[in-house]
């Protein structure tokens, strides 16, 4: 499975930006998809992640209200629209793809990576 994230950029804050996750060679309509981010020097944390039939969403507490994840099975994507960006949420982004179908928070849960796309919210 390859995943290939794109969408990030430099916004103000209180901006908006709409990350997409294209997946290929594989079955990521079968299992849960998610977004992650990473400071620097900080831990990658988890930000949001949605069921295979894309009914069930979960979202971190910092984000809830302003990140919608959403995905498009026959595209094979994930997408991550993100509004009244803050600074703290600057970052590299990736999504990955679940080991299962069920839901996870957890980083050591997700086999497939994408190769991250950099967000940055200045203030």
């Known amino acids: 499975v390859q995943l290939q994230a794109s969408g990030g950029g430099s916004v103000q804050s209180g901006g908006s930006l709409r990350l997409s996750c294209a997946a290929s060679?594989?079955?990521?309509?079968?299992?849960?998809m998610g977004w992650f981010r990473q400071a620097p020097g900080k831990e990658r944390e988890f930000v949001a992640a949605?069921?295979?039939?894309?009914?069930?969403?979960h979202y971190a507490d910092s984000v809830k209200g302003r990140f919608t994840i959403s995905r498009d099975n026959a595209k094979n994507a994930v997408y991550l629209q993100m509004n009244s960006l803050k600074p703290e949420d600057s970052g590299v982004y990736f999504c990955?793809?679940?080991?299962?179908?069920?839901?996870?928070?957890?980083?050591?849960?997700?086999?497939?990576w994408g190769q991250g796309t950099q967000v940055t919210v200045s203030s």
């Open positions: 990955a793809q679940a080991r299962y179908g069920s839901y996870s928070s957890k980083p050591d849960a997700y086999a497939y």
């Open positions: 949605i069921a295979w039939t894309g009914i069930t969403t």
């Open positions: 060679g594989g079955t990521s309509t079968s299992y849960t």
